[in-house]
T-cell receptor
Framework: EDKVVQSPLSLVVHEGDTVTLNCSYE??????LLWYKQEKKAPTFLFML????IEKKSGRLSSILDKKELFSILNITATQTGDSAVYLC??????????????FGTGTRLTIIP | KAGVTQTPRYLIKTRGQQVTLSCSPI?????VSWYQQTPGQGLQFLFE???????NKGNFPGRFSGRQFSNSRSEMNVSTLELGDSALYLC??????????????FGPGTRLTVL
């Protein structure tokens, strides 16, 4: 059974700090890894990573995938209170005519203290 | 453009009852996926509908079912509710089926509490 594990479960830092969130995965026929930010209820898409070693960036957020070691990290630099949220990662298998299923981790709850 | 809407936002039911949740996708989107989110299990994929057909299904019992209408609105039904069904149920819409995650938008969810 596919599995995605995120660490830490929760993290509390001060505004301006840099944080690194971890996601390890065991996904049969792995294709991609997704990162989401969930504030209140609706997750919003952050990144999709398919290739190993290629960093994706969006402002202060960046992410990279290591397909050999089966993990990904999400970095947030110069954190702001608006970064407080639950960050989810999900493993995506190769589609097989309707059998494509996402496996999500339980998330990392990030709290930024002003 | 209006976002994904889900109704109702909150529901309280008792064990054994059944419930129907509704999701209206973004106008023009034809794919609707449903997810269950609980503190212990995290976000779990339930099923995906595209053009009124179930395209994918997660590992949930047959008590969980869904359908999609010609206007792309989708409903999810849970019969014979159990305490463990208490969760946040999220739906997400996208223009196309499958791996368009960067273009998949989530609704605000329906919080179901089973007593």
């Amino acid at each position: 059974e596919d599995k995605v594990v995120q660490s830490p479960l929760s993290l509390v830092v001060h505004e301006g700090d840099t944080v690194t969130l971890n996601c390890s995965y065991e996904v049969t026929n792995f294709r991609s890894l997704l990162w989401y930010k969930q504030e209140k209820k609706a997750p919003t898409f952050l990144f999709m990573l398919t290739s190993s070693g290629i960093e994706k960036k969006s402002g202060r957020l960046s992410s990279i995938l290591d397909k050999k070691e089966l993990f990904s990290i999400l970095n947030i630099t110069a954190t702001q209170t608006g970064d407080s949220a639950v960050y989810l990662c999900a493993g995506v298998p190769v589609s097989n005519f309707g059998n494509e299923k996402l496996t999500f981790g339980t998330g990392t709850r990030l709290t930024i203290i002003p | 453009k209006a976002g994904v809407t889900q109704t109702p936002r909150y529901l309280i039911k008792t064990r054994g009852q059944q419930v129907t949740l509704s999701c209206s996708p973004i106008s023009g989107h034809r794919s609707v996926s449903w997810y269950q989110q609980t503190p212990g299990q995290g976000l779990q994929f339930l099923f995906e509908y595209f053009s009124e057909t179930q395209r994918n299904k997660g590992n949930f019992p047959g008590r969980f079912s869904g359908r999609q209408f010609s206007n792309s609105r989708s409903e999810m039904n849970v019969s014979t509710l159990e305490l463990g069904d208490s969760a946040l149920y999220l739906c997400a819409s996208s223009l196309l089926a499958g791996a368009n995650y960067n273009e998949q938008f989530f609704g605000p969810g329906t919080r179901l509490t089973v007593l």
